[in-house]
């Protein structure tokens, strides 16, 4: 069992930053990646970014150049900076991790920190 434990969401005006944080415990393997997915009301989850334990990382096209993420591996723990917010970014952010190497184990989230961005 995995639990990851998520802060720094909140509100901002459009420009603006945030840094998101994701913190993980519990039997985690090496090896595993861990990223961040948004949800909007009404729209399907999708994946922002995410970087594996090896910092190979993915990004949507929609963030590419603004958002980055990164991760300290003796920390079990990801972060996502968030730079030039635009109200497009307003949405639920979930942290996720999953072991990528162990497929038969599943996925975990975190409980998710609201990010509205607007004036």
């Known amino acids: 069992q995995v639990q990851l434990v998520e802060s720094g969401g909140g509100f901002v005006q459009p420009g603006g930053s945030l840094r998101l944080s994701c913190s993980a415990s519990g039997s985690i393997f090496s090896i595993n990646t861990m990223g961040w997915y948004r949800q909007a009301p009404g729209k399907q989850r999708e994946l922002v970014a995410d970087i594996s334990s090896r910092g190979s990382t993915n990004y949507a096209d929609s963030v590419k150049g603004r958002f980055a993420i990164s991760r300290d591996n003796a920390k079990n723990t990801a972060y996502l900076q968030m730079n030039s917010l635009t109200p497009e970014d307003t949405a639920v952010y979930y942290c996720?991790?999953?072991?990528?190497?162990?497929?038969?184990?599943?996925?975990?989230w975190g409980q998710g920190t609201q990010v509205t961005v607007s004036s």
């Open positions: 996720n991790l999953r072991h990528t190497h162990y497929s038969t184990l599943p996925d975990y």
